[in-house]
Structure formats: structure tokens, C-alpha cells
């Protein structure tokens, strides 16, 4: 992770501000999402404008003024049988 998170920072992102945004979902959407997993493609796309919007609209930018990125990492964790 450390490694991910250095390639990140020095490769990927560039010098600008960055806000980081951690997203937990509803316990009952997580076996849902693991069992189809095309789907968190489309629900991260959804977060991912919403949260777009927010910005823009905090910055009184409108969506052709500005424009944001994202990087995600799922973290998926596994509970080893009890």
C-alpha cells in the first residue's frame, strides 16, 4: 500500500489541492456490491459526481468552469472462517 500510495504522490497526482473523501457503505449494500462487482463501477461514478457537484458548487463554480478527478481504492476486507 505503501508503494501505491508513493506512486500516487509523486506519479499520478499533480501539485494541486486535494481533498480525500473515504466512503463507507451501508452494511446491507456490501454483500450486494461483492456479489456483483460490475456494479461498484457505476455506484462510484454516481458518489463520485455528487460529490463533484458539491465541490463545484462550494467553490460558486459551475461544471464547465471546473472539473475534478478521482482516484479509488477498494478495500475489500475477508473475515477468515470461525
Known sequence: MAQT???LV???IPHVPVRQWVL???IPLRPLLAA???QVTPVLQVVHR???RHLLGQ???KADE???GAVTLIQR???PPT
Do not use: M
Open 24 to 26: 463507507s457503505l451501508p
Open 5 to 7: 500510495a508513493a506512486h
Open 77 to 79: 476486507l475477508v473475515r
Open 66 to 68: 471546473a472539473d475534478s
Open 59 to 61: 467553490a460558486g463554480l
Open 36 to 38: 456483483h462487482p460490475k
Open 50 to 52: 455528487v460529490i463533484t
Open 10 to 12: 509523486f506519479r499520478v
